[in-house]
């Protein structure tokens, strides 16, 4: 009317036009979004596209896709692919990083990875999600939940398998929800050499043996981890210098912490996974790399739309499927 107010068109109703682009275009410029700061996409369509667009409309889409993932994420669910091999285990793991925010400072995002795998151990496909910080991270383990429950359902014969390092927090959540508990081998391997350093100080290739029989004691043989807490305990008596003991105490003290979980060759007998790269990798893939950029602070909105983003397009064929859905 002429006196203004809201229009309702049908062709852009029917296209699924996303703010003011196509679905294709609004996907283009989300999927860049998620990889690159907002200038560095604004010039890669400028110079590869001749498209010259504004930094507000390639962040105003972003942020409404994101949304659009988010207000979903309850609604929509996404296959998983087609595997030859049967679903053996569903490993999965916690873990943090941080990065700056505008209002509080240098806080911790959360990331969660569970992944399948099959008879023979290998990967077959891993699903993420991510949460931006937040005290109590309450949000964060209700989706990793929900995601824990999806995953239980559709293959009711895995073994849920924990793999993380020592944080008491991530294992007060994973030990109800998996059948296995594994402390990620690389983690233990780093108390391992902290042990060799305070028993060995002056002698680097005793130090250095030492510590690679150890790790290939405690990865090899069946009590492995029982044998290596013996030993250090038995070493560390003539140990003198107060550094020193005070880092054995240390080691001693995560030994016997985590005894459980340090079962390594069982596990790996088994075919199950004992090292939490898949979450680690996660954790620098999904926020570090493109949230911890030289400079960079975010208000917790951007830092929203970022996992989003980036969660969705990492997950296996859930990006396709999330845009099949909105055309």
Request: glycine share 6%; aromatic share 10%.
């Amino acid at each position: 009317g002429s006196e203004g107010g809201e229009t309702y068109v049908p062709l852009e109703d029917r296209a699924r036009i996303v703010l003011t682009s196509t679905p294709k275009f609004a996907k283009i410029l989300s999927s860049k979004y998620s990889d690159l700061p907002v200038g560095g996409v604004v010039k890669d369509l400028f110079e590869n596209h001749s498209r010259k667009v504004s930094r507000s409309l390639v962040q105003d889409t972003s942020e409404y896709v994101a949304a659009g993932i988010m207000s979903k994420a309850e609604d929509w669910t996404y296959e998983l692919p087609e595997f030859e091999e049967k679903v053996a285990a569903i490993g999965m793991g916690i873990d943090g990083a941080m990065l700056n925010l505008r209002e509080e400072g240098w806080r911790e995002g959360m990331v969660g990875s569970l992944t399948l795998y099959d008879k023979a151990g290998d990967r077959l496909t891993s699903v993420y999600l991510a949460a931006p910080p937040e005290y109590g991270k309450d949000k964060f383990l209700t989706a990793m939940d929900e995601k824990i429950r999806f995953l239980g359902e559709k293959f009711p014969d895995a073994t849920k398998v924990a793999v993380a390092d020592g944080a008491k927090c991530n294992w007060s959540f994973l030990n109800e929800r998996t059948d296995v508990q594994v402390l990620d081998f690389y983690h233990a391997t780093e108390y391992v050499t902290k042990a060799s350093e305070a028993l060995f100080p002056k002698f680097d290739k005793q130090q250095k043996d030492w510590c690679e029989q150890s790790c290939h004691k405690l990865k090899h043989n069946k009590n492995g981890a029982i044998s290596l807490l013996k030993e250090i305990r038995e070493r560390a008596r003539n140990i003198r210098v107060a550094s020193a003991r005070k880092t054995l105490s240390a080691v001693i003290s995560y030994f016997k912490n985590n005894l459980q979980r340090m079962r390594y060759k069982e596990q790996a007998e088994k075919n199950l996974p004992i090292g939490s790269g898949v979450t680690e990798a996660a954790a620098k893939t999904i926020i570090k790399q493109r949230l911890c950029l030289s400079g960079m602070r975010w208000l917790k909105k951007g830092v929203h739309t970022i996992l989003a983003l980036r969660t969705m397009a990492q997950s296996g064929t859930n990006w396709t499927q999330f845009w099949a859905k909105v055309s």
